[in-house]
């Protein structure tokens, strides 16, 4: 399989960059006017190099120039691995070092070093500079990488240079071609009978031709990929790693400004971003606020530095801190950058961004260091997918779905699933009607506590009812009425049922420590009004009635109104309409009427009902229907007859 790499190079100006990959390639990337006639690389270079039949390597060659940083930069970005070049008879100069700091800062981790000029060196002089690079590398990712004396001029070591360039590169892992397809533009073109030609470093993802894509920022829409070309040949399509050509159609010349990139989807343009910064070596030092130039990719912007985590820092230190950016940008979580004063335009450090989507920091909480701190800590420590997982379902602060969170942290669905599947974050995992949503424990804890203050309220207002809410009845209360809100909310409950934080009063959730309960003087209270509504016998006791006597022994009529609910829900009192019966007496009555008409094959009217047991008309009729209900009774025209269920109750 053919592989996808960019090598791009870094060096102090005029050690010799142009030279050697001119040496190497057969390509001069000092192509513009203007360069040549000051003799140095102002724009980017590019080539490309055929190591083997499978591995056609792309090259962006860097002004080494102090005033071109900020195109080094824009060069640097998506290579992935350095050729450092190194005079040999002037050693380690400023951009060497500023270039390699930049190198570091952009997450390149794999290269060599080119000792250039071996011709106007002796052997000693090599070996003190071999030394010297070996001094400048150490403890870098650089530490072990080959140092190869060359001649750009008079061929020595080519041959050498190409196969440590082959051996590098065969040790690298491509970018995945299954990320988002993001391109920054660093040259367009506008050819006769071609039309727009726009070319830059794949950074990720791939695309083909007659496919759509989008330039942003802006409002620009959908373009079309009409061709492609990769290292001067036509192909189908492009990936990352490729140095790749694009022709447009759709877009104007004119619409083109410094900074836009290309993208296989219209990403959402931002100003604000956290990230966690890093100073380069030195003596410089920022404070809580400052203000800096942004740079990655060919994007760069004026950009305001908020310290979160720490009130300063100083070279080779770091912190995290909220950006935000003067012109907006397009810009994905794990991006680098570099940061430049922008006073003397100094290199002072970089970072990479946490989180393309924060909140507004406004104070500087523990709670929000710590955070921010785990967040570094798990993006930086080799892209603990799991965490990041986490923290982005936690700062969501509601269900997201899974293709939403893929789309955030730029990873296919499958790559997600598999990196919860072994964790605890499977159970964050929940699906719905064929959508698979993550719903974070704290989301859910705080539901829960919802839950059991809506239970809390209920009980309190309730204390005599044995009963609690119904799913339903809890749904209102928490304001979660949609469907997925009412499965969200059925599972939660489940959760906290099987938890034994809830238990269950027939269709109602109750919560654990939820008991009926009453004082002395409560008890005594309902002691009286049981007795109260006993004594008064068929002498019917309606609410109204029992309220004024009720106010004798100091209850009150709310207080009334629980007491009898709390005799009806316990079965001691019998409720027709606004009337009570003591269930005692209740009993007494059926008892007498079933004898009755055991005795009386032709059953008895109502009248005779009546007179029988001494009741009012709306007495007798509400204990006929439940009597009836009960099917221990039933009622032909005028006359009340005992049923089979009436005999075996005798
Ligand atoms: N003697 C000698 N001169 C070289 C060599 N490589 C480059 N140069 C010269 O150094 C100058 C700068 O080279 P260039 O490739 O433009 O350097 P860059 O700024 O790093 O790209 C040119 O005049 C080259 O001819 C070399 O290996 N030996
Ligand atoms: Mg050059």
Not at 14 to 43: F, M, P, Q, V, Y
Not at 359 to 378: D, G, I, M, S, V
Not at 631 to 637: C, F, L, M, N
Request: with cysteine; charged share 25%; aromatic share 6%.
């Amino acid at each position: 399989m053919a592989k996808h790499l960019i090598m791009g190079t870094a060096g102090h100006v005029d050690h010799g960059k142009t030279s050697l990959i001119r040496a190497l390639t057969g390509i001069d990337c000092d192509t513009h006017k203007e360069e040549k006639e000051r003799g140095i690389t102002i724009n980017l270079g590019f080539a490309h190099l055929e190591l083997t039949d499978e591995l056609s390597l792309g090259i962006v060659d860097v002004p080494g120039h102090k005033d071109f940083i900020k195109t080094m930069v824009a060069g640097a970005h998506g290579i992935d691995f350095v050729l450092l070049v190194i005079a040999a008879d002037s050693g380690i100069m400023p951009q060497t070092r500023e270039h390699f700091n930049i190198i570091k800062m952009l997450g390149v981790k794999n290269g060599l070093i080119a000792l250039n000029k071996a011709d106007l060196a002796d052997d000693e002089m090599i070996e003190l500079a071999k030394l010297e690079i070996m001094e400048f590398v150490e403890g870098s990712a650089l530490e072990n990488a080959p140092i190869v004396p060359v001649s750009s001029i008079i061929g020595l070591g080519l041959d050498e240079l190409r196969q440590e360039i082959t051996k590098v590169a065969e040790c690298i892992s491509e970018k995945s071609h299954s990320t988002l397809f993001r391109m920054y533009i660093d040259r367009i073109f506008n050819l006769r009978g071609v039309g727009i030609v726009v070319t830059g470093s794949v950074l990720g993802g791939e695309i083909g031709a007659g496919q759509d894509i989008f330039l942003l920022p802006g409002k620009y829409g959908k373009l079309k990929v009409k061709s492609l070309e990769r290292h001067g040949k036509s192909v189908e399509k492009v990936s990352a790693g490729d140095r790749a050509a694009i022709n447009l159609s759709g877009l104007k010349y004119d619409d083109f400004e410094r900074g836009m990139l290309l993208a296989g989807e219209p990403l959402p343009e931002i100003t604000l971003l956290d990230a966690r910064i890093e100073l380069f070596p030195g003596n410089q030092r920022i404070g809580v606020w400052s203000q800096m130039i942004f740079q990655t990719g060919t994007f760069s912007s004026k950009a305001k530095i908020h310290l979160l985590t720490k009130d300063e820092i100083a070279g080779n230190e770091s912190a995290v801190a909220q950006i935000q950016l003067e012109k907006p940008a397009i810009l994905l979580n794990h991006d680098r950058f570099i940061l430049r004063n922008t006073s003397n335009y100094l290199t002072v450090g970089g970072g990479i961004i946490l989180d393309n989507r924060p909140l507004h920091h406004r104070r500087r909480t523990e709670k929000l260091r710590q955070n921010l701190e785990a967040l570094a800590l798990a993006i930086t420590s080799q892209q603990n997918l799991n965490a990041i997982i986490r923290l982005e379902i936690e700062k969501a602060n509601k269900p997201i779905l899974i293709e939403t969170l893929a789309a955030l942290l730029t990873k296919s669905i499958p790559e997600i699933e598999t990196a919860v599947s072994q964790s605890e974050l499977q159970s964050s995992l929940i699906e719905f009607e064929g959508n698979k949503y993550f719903v974070s424990e704290s989301f859910s804890g705080k539901i829960s506590t919802k839950i059991i203050g809506a239970l809390r309220a209920w009980h309190a207002q309730n204390p005599l009812k044995e009963r609690g809410l119904e799913v339903r009845e809890i749904a209102g209360k928490v304001n979660m009425t949609g469907n997925f809100d009412l499965f969200l909310l059925g599972k939660i409950l489940g959760k906290m049922h099987s938890e034994k934080v809830l238990r269950k009063v027939d269709a109602t959730y109750v919560l654990k420590e939820h008991q009926v309960k009453f004082d002395r003087k409560m008890q005594d209270q309902i002691t009286w009004l049981e007795d109260t509504i006993h004594r008064s016998g068929m002498q019917r006791s309606s609410i109204n009635e029992l309220e004024s006597i009720a106010l004798t022994q100091n209850i009150k009529k709310g207080q009334l109104v629980m007491y009898l609910q709390y005799l009806a829900a316990n079965g001691k009192i019998y409720f027709y309409g606004e009337d009570i019966l003591h269930n005692r007496l209740v009993d007494k009555i059926r008892r007498t009427l079933l004898l009755k008409l055991n005795e009386s094959p032709r059953g008895i009217n109502e009248k005779e009902f009546r007179l029988l047991v001494d009741g009012t008309k709306k007495a007798i009729q509400a204990l006929i229907t439940l009597f009836v209900q009960e099917g221990i009774i039933e009622k032909q025209t005028f006359y009340l007859l005992i049923t089979e269920k009436g005999k075996e109750l005798i």
